[in-house]
């Protein structure tokens, strides 16, 4: 959530504005409802916010023709008071000498206002945020040093944060500081950057600098330096070069980033199944070792953490328990220094997911996490890592990282089951071909299905609800389905196991009720016609995503889409959810809604 840019540099290079601008613009997709940019120099600081998307208010506010050499920016999705002017960010001093950005949440902020407000410090905000600015001037009117200020700001403070700090008494610096929250140092020959993610300042550098929790960055037009917390040591650490480029964070010709993020799911497939074949080996051998597996993520993520939960234990694998991140505690007491637990994540950065292994890790469980983005902050708390390749992911609703995350789970499952020997010869074979083949099916069934897609959303944009259906691992795929429909649509989408829906779902069903199974050939396929049935007896419209050749299913929905033989034993909830994503994404085209930019969500949730 939200988006944090910092820019410094040694000459005038054009108007600054324009530079942060450009940054915020790229980092929309983290989900933001207001925007501010400001300029330091030694005289003042001068701020520019207001409530609404980039385009609008920073063509209002000229954001454009904004001079200097040291300014920050940021993009606000709304905690602490409702999106307005007074509440977006920076956040100035009571003396103007200290501007903030800041995300996530200050926990004890009430008792630091209280104090403040007693001092004299007057507040025009609602937010949290406001108390850092007046606590650090307070600090250095008392004769400390910024970096001195912060480490007592750090101290008094309690909550999780990433935090850019400039002022006017050095106002060619910009101060960071995180804790459970992103941020990267972006460098470049007398220009220096700071930025919530890569992407706002990739097409100038891709030479990036990771930050860990409780640490400081001084940033100056030349060089940074980076302090550990509250030890106050110097730490080094060079720079890293991202892989991607600024282009491959674009549309690309399509009209939407999630429509390209689909398409270009083969190609990402195919990139993760060129890598890491022993670090994939390793990972198989060492499942067998713990004496059970806790699964953990959150949305999307957990879904696809899903696929570990219907599959390790057949393939000779520990018992297995999945639990959705924000719902650690109930897993908990069962950690201990036998166990492994398997984040699973996106970003590296979902604070839910991120406090749960650190209290795994306190416990002493081992933790293997399949993350997509280097360095994340789930990286560094990790003892294995599987990187999943997929390249950056702009539009909120999750598609090729699902996808990406399930595959990487599948091939762990695959070297799991060759060390086990769980699975015979005829069915290794059989895994290993439906590995091989992925990446084609899925284009030719973007190829093949997009059109139909297309079509078949016209009807469904007519819907107000809908429920979802499947059994085994292909419920996780249902749930996957149902959550891309309601999340970009607005159309209530609920998944169900397929048997549990006549236990009370049922009773919503009604003539022309949409209900989307996922149906593959494997030994629920039986139970699953029973389903279509109960469903079709009631009136209900019923869309099936089936195995090719199917034809009893065929005649009994009443559309469907088919996926080639060979998947439905393995790597079925890759190859069925390609319709649905389509089927999801022209459906809120057809309702007129942005699917890259869903309301009230982010792409990262760095709140509890």
Known sequence: MCGIIGITRKEDDGPIGKHIYDALARLEYRGYDSVGIAVIDQDHIQVKKDKGPITLVGKKLNFESLEGNTAIGHSRWATHGPPSKINAHPHKSMAGDVVVVHNDIIENFIDLRNELIALGYKFISQTDTEVIPHFLSHQLQTGQSMEEAIVELVR????????????????????????????????????????????????????????????????????????S?????????????????????????????????????????????????????????????????????????????????YTFVKMGGPIVVPCIAA?????????????????????????????????GKAKGCKLLSVVNVTGSSLTHVSDYVAYIHAGPEIGVAATKTYVSLALALWRIGFNLAKFTGKLNQREMSEFQQALQSISSVVA?????????????????????????????????????????????????????????SKHGPIALVEEDYPVIFTIPNDHNRSKMMGSVQEMKARGATVIGIIEEGDDQMKDTLDDYFEIPKGFSRFLSNIAYIIPQQLFAYYTSRNKGHNPDLPKNLAKAVTVE
């Open 327 to 359: 719902e650690w505690d109930t897993v908990s007491d069962l950690v201990d220094d036998k166990t492994l637990v398997i984040a699973v994540s996106q970003s590296g950065e979902t604070l839910d997911t991120i406090k749960a292994v650190k209290d």
């Open 156 to 227: 008094r403070i309690t909550g999780t944060f990433a935090i850019v700090i400039a002022h006017t008494l050095e106002p060619e610096k910009i101060y960071a500081i995180k804790k459970d929250n992103p941020l990267v140092i972006g460098q470049s020959e007398n220009i220096m950057y700071c930025a919530r993610d890569v992407p706002a300042f990739l097409p100038w550098t891709n030479k990036v600098v990771t930050l860990k929790d409780n640490e400081l960055a001084i940033i100056t037009p030349e060089d940074y330096q980076i302090i």
């Open 229 to 309: 917390l509250p030890s106050q040591e110097p730490v080094e650490r060079n720079p890293h070069e991202v892989t991607w480029t600024a282009d491959a964070a674009q549309k690309g010709g399509f009209p939407h980033h999630m429509l390209k993020e689909i398409h270009e799911q083969p190609r990402v497939i195919a990139t993760q199944l060129a890598t890491q074949q022993k670090q994939f080996e390793e990972l198989g051998e060492i499942i067998t070792h713990a004496s059970k597996i806790i699964l953990v993520g959150a949305g999307t993520a957990y879904y696809a953490s899903l696929t570990a939960f």
């Open 444 to 500: 030719d069934l973007i190829r093949k299905y997009e059109a139909k897609a297309r079509d078949l959303a016209k009807w469904m944009s007519t819907k107000n609800s809908a429920f979802y259906l499947g059994r085994g691992i292909s419920y996780g795929t249902a749930l996957e389905g149902a959550l891309k429909m309601k999340e970009i649509s607005y159309i209530h989408a609920e998944a169900y196991p397929a048997g549990e």
